[in-house]
């Protein structure tokens, strides 16, 4: 009964993961190609760094609600409600050419309540897993295959450059709220009349920084996100470039790879140190963005492939990381911070640093993609310097539980 009991929940959190992700890039593939051919490019920059602003407050807010006030769950209930309503408005508004600069404003308000879901959902699974070091990365890679599923999706119907693909965004985000119904709600504290305002605001989730290694991992999340930006925006323009159709198919193939990664994390994690899974996924990072520098049919979609693997090696070690290394009241904060730091500080600085980065290398003649990847790369190494320099393997370099 108990392994009937165990399997009934890991196939809740795999759909969990699965429709979200989905909903997710429904919304985020096409983004660049719908602005562009909705004679909206100026404010593509902006659309994308807008889910860096939101995330300077919602993903800690939020956060901080589901670690104290309200389970988890139905935090992410209302949040997907309301998203689906946002993304409806904005197709629309899409679709009857109104004016840019309030489409931009919607697609703000949208990111509001979009941002902290995945760090919720993502500390919701976390919490119910006996084993997050060997269970995590098989039930994440759902999320990933869901991703896959809404990015082809989107190709299928042929809504690469189409606002309609809103509309089936938005009906993924309604089933997104109606599953939360079935999840078994989390226990929070009874009572918080105690909190200060900057707990109420998940505030006090920024002492976590003062553990020199948890700085680290923050930090470089967050600066490698900066290079990473510059794949959804500008990936698919390039592949379009060189004679590609049906961009958003071709963009999964980087699931591909995350798959791989996700499902190798639990033997990685029992055996190689934090400190070198982090390197391995920064040096493949920089060869994906080396290969795209090559200009070549083959060499781009090498380095799309290899996208999926650099982010699971960086981002899900991190989510795994902070589980292992955080106290449990501080588990969705965490994750909250996290998403403040790679989705806020990093996104912000990524997109509108990438949009720049890509103006400087459009002449008239066209973009210039080895300079532009190149340039790319480069940042990636950065980081990777950073990071190699700076953080300090404690005891035998793996996952400890609680180590604070």
């Known amino acids: 009964m108990l392994r009937t009991l165990r399997k009934a929940e890991y196939a809740e959190l795999m759909i969990l993961f699965f429709i979200q992700a989905a909903a997710m890039a429904i919304w985020f593939v096409p983004l660049g190609p719908i602005l562009d051919a909705h004679g909206l ?162 505030l006090d989730a920024l002492t976590l920084l003062k553990n020199s290694n948890h700085r680290v991992v923050f930090v470089t999340v967050m600066l490698f996100t900066i290079p990473l930006s510059a794949f959804y925006p500008y990936a698919p323009t390039h592949l379009h470039d060189l004679g590609f159709t049906r961009t958003s198919a071709w963009m999964s193939l980087a699931q591909v790879t995350e798959i791989i990664g ?65 106290d449990p009241a501080w588990r969705t904060r965490a994750q909250a911070l996290m998403t403040l730091m790679y989705g806020g500080l990093g996104n912000l600085a990524g997109y509108l640093g990438c949009g720049w980065w890509f103006n400087a290398c459009t002449p008239a003649a066209g973009t210039r993609w080895p300079v532009f990847w190149g340039g790319i790369a480069l940042l990636v190494v950065l980081v990777m310097v950073y990071f190699l320099s700076i953080y300090r393997t404690q005891g035998n370099g793996k996952l400890i539980k609680y180590a604070r």
Request: overall charge positive; aromatic content about 14%; hydrophobic content about 60%.
């Open 41 to 202: 490019h100026d404010i593509k920059p902006f659309a994308f760094a807008a889910s860096g602003v939101a995330a300077f407050i919602s993903p800690l807010m939020f956060g901080a609600m589901a670690d104290r006030h309200v389970p988890p769950a139905k935090v992410l209930r209302g949040l997907a409600g309301i998203t689906a309503v946002a993304m409806f408005i904005i197709s629309t508004a899409i679709q009857q050419h109104w004016n840019g600069w309030l489409i931009l404003l919607l697609i703000q308000l949208f990111y509001f309540f979009y941002s902290p879901m995945f760090s919720i959902s993502t500390a919701l699974v976390l919490a119910r897993l006996e084993d997050a070091k060997k269970e995590f990365g098989p039930v994440r890679a759902m999320a990933t295959i869901g991703w896959m599923a809404g990015a082809l999706l989107i190709s299928l119907m042929n809504l690469d450059r189409s606002a309609y693909a809103g509309y089936l965004g938005a009906t993924f985000w309604f089933l997104v709220a109606i599953f939360t119904c079935f999840l078994p709600a989390l226990p929070v504290p009874a009572s918080a009349e105690h909190l200060s305002w900057h707990e109420r605001l998940g």
């Open 262 to 326: 996700m499902f190798s994390l639990g033997w990685l994690l029992a055996n190689w140190k934090v400190k070198w899974i982090f390197a391995c996924g920064l040096g493949i990072g920089f060869i994906r963005f080396a290969l795209s520098a090559l200009n070549t049919k083959p060499a781009l979609l090498a380095g799309v492939t290899l996208h999926g693997a650099s982010f699971a090696l960086v981002y899900i070690t991190a989510a795994i990381y902070l589980d292992q290394r955080i």
